[in-house]
């Protein structure tokens, strides 16, 4: 019964490169999501996938950052030309369907991503 | 503009007294709301729910009140444990869930 897996757990990366965060969800879970959290802030939403399509894309910061779903499983988020300020932990969830009252969020323990 | 606020950032409370973390929310369209519970360098977990038909749920040491006239939520645990130390946030839904900031809670010997 594994979790939410997400990689790599730690990323440190230089001002203007671009990176790639992976996320394998739950076996079966047809939702995912990508939240990010930044020192002293809460959960920030970014994407919502439903199967390999993004019907929820509201809550990415800018046109850097874009994510994909493959196969209705593994998603990667990819942020193009760092800047300082993406620095934050970036947590994957998934669920069994749109998160609900009786399908809660499953949690990764997310990727710290550090911009020098 | 912040759609759920939890003002408080850190809660002290001694083993086996009663913890009480608050939340409250702007959004009249949340349809539920959600309680997790997060560790260091983990990921967070779901520790309990309510509908926004009902104003109590409860789990154990756990019960979440929602009064929904205040816009207003509250998680007790009784009684409170050491493990229990942890940040705890508050979500609504209506659509995908909108976190609060968070509530340090410490529970000392």
């Known amino acids: 019964g594994a979790g939410v897996s997400q990689s790599p757990s730690n990323k440190v990366t230089e001002k203007g490169k671009d990176v790639e965060l992976r996320c394998d969800p739950i076996?079966?879970?047809?939702?995912l999501y990508w939240y990010r959290q930044s020192l002293g802030q809460g959960l920030e939403f970014l994407i919502y996938?439903?199967?390999?399509?993004?019907?929820?894309k509201s809550g990415l910061p800018s046109d850097r950052f874009s994510a994909e779903r493959t196969g209705g499983s593994v998603s990667t988020l990819t942020i193009q030309r760092t800047q300082q300020e993406d620095s934050a932990v970036y947590l994957c969830?998934?669920?069994?369907?749109?998160?609900?009252?009786?399908?809660?969020?499953?949690f990764g323990n997310g990727t710290r991503l550090t911009v020098t | 503009d912040q759609q759920v606020k939890q003002n408080s950032p850190s809660l002290s409370v001694q083993e086996g007294r009663i913890s009480i973390l608050n939340c409250d929310y702007t959004?009249?369209?949340?349809?539920?709301f959600l309680w997790y519970k997060k560790y260091p360098a983990e990921g967070p977990t779901f520790l309990i729910s309510i509908s926004s038909i009902k104003d109590k749920n409860e789990d154990g040491r756990f019960t979440v009140f929602l009064n929904k006239s205040a816009k207003h939520l509250s998680l007790h645990i009784v009684p409170s444990q050491p493990g229990d130390s942890a940040v705890y946030f508050c979500a609504g839904t209506d659509d995908k869930l909108i976190f609060g900031t968070g509530t340090r809670l410490q529970v000392f010997p």
């Open positions: 996938f439903q199967g390999n399509s993004a019907p929820d």
């Open positions: 959004n009249s369209m949340f349809d539920y």
């Open positions: 969830a998934s669920s069994l369907g749109r998160s609900s009252y009786n399908s809660p969020l499953h």
């Open positions: 076996s079966g879970h047809t939702a």
